[in-house]
């Protein structure tokens, strides 16, 4: 049999990604992301995504996404091209929705931001506190579900904008016998990942579409991360929560779980979570003061 020396491996090879937001600067906690996600996938001999995370246009700006790409570039990074930008993909996320929809998994909801937050002012002023979720918002309060369907599809009809959100209760019930959970790795010792019992039900019924945006955070980086087929998601702890909420998607939608590592944070000078905005921290300030990116290395723990 003749050899072919450049047949390529059958093996799927081991996907990472870096996704950012282009809705400010990049700063030493994106750099410690992009080169701790670098640093696992070159170890396991993986790939490198970048991806962009634009969906709220609103926020979103191109210079902000041409700054992430100089900013990577002179860390040293190396990605993949074409580079996927989310908000090329709304379709993507619209045929994820619709399989919710199809398995009335989702409901419309109509009140306005003021209407919600006057339902918790009235509650909370009544001495009951109001469920919040892990980022302190203030459960949604579901009163949309209870509308007749002939008074939804009406106000469907009407024009009346609305948003798609999650019935977890639902959801979470729907589900097969055994719970829900995720493997957690640390420090890229993938092989003693722990099982991490998911609770999407602390987040209460997630906008999936929003009203102006026609998807959401957790639904766009679920379809994202099963199309890229990205095996290992290595992010920042603050998104540890979110996992539990993005495996019950994963799971009604018949999408793979990845590995997941959510590594710790990087501290302002100050000790307080670093802002996009702030001056001392952002990297394009740091190199114009004459960083170099092995400081930002050393700067960030990685030296
Ligand atoms: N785009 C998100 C952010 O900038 C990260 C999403 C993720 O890594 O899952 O915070």
Redesign the pocket.
């Known amino acids: 049999m003749p050899h072919n020396p450049i047949a390529a491996p059958t093996m799927t090879l081991l996907t990472f990604?870096?996704?950012?937001?282009p809705n400010g600067q990049l700063h030493l906690g994106?750099a410690y992301?992009a080169l701790l996600n670098q640093d696992l996938a070159r170890q396991a001999g993986g790939r490198l995504l970048l991806?962009i995370?634009d969906i709220d246009l609103t926020r979103c700006t191109p210079e902000f996404e041409q700054g992430i790409y100089r900013d990577l570039a002179w860390l040293g990074i190396v990605w993949e091209t074409p580079v996927r930008r989310q908000s090329d993909h709304f379709a993507d996320y619209e045929a994820a929705l619709q399989k919710l929809v199809a398995k009335d998994l989702v409901y419309p909801a109509f009140m306005s931001r003021g209407e919600i937050r006057a339902h918790i002012v009235e509650h909370e002023t009544a001495g009951k506190p109001w469920p919040r979720d892990p980022d302190g918002t203030p459960l949604y309060p579901g009163l949309d579900k209870v509308l007749s369907p002939g008074e939804r599809r009406r106000r469907m009809h009407s024009g009346e904008p609305f948003a798609w959100r999650l019935d977890v209760e639902k959801a979470v019930a729907a589900l097969p016998p055994g719970g829900l959970s995720w493997r957690e790795a640390e420090r890229g010792n993938w092989a003693a990942a722990q099982e991490v019992k998911a609770d999407p039900q602390m987040w209460g019924d997630v906008i999936l579409a929003r009203k102006d945006i026609p998807t959401s955070?957790h639904l766009s980086?679920v379809v994202d991360?099963a199309l890229q087929e990205v095996s290992h998601?290595v992010?920042?702890r603050?998104?540890y929560h979110?996992t539990g909420m993005?495996r019950l998607l994963q799971a009604h939608l018949g999408l793979p779980a990845p590995l997941y590592l959510h590594h710790r944070l990087i501290d302002g000078p100050d000790g307080r979570k670093l802002a996009k905005s702030n001056r001392d921290t952002g990297l394009s300030a740091l190199r114009e003061n004459g960083a170099t990116p092995a400081d930002i290395r050393r700067m960030v723990g990685l030296g």
């Open positions: 990604r870096f996704a950012p937001s994106h992301s991806r995370e955070y980086v991360d998601v992010r920042g603050d998104l979110a993005q």
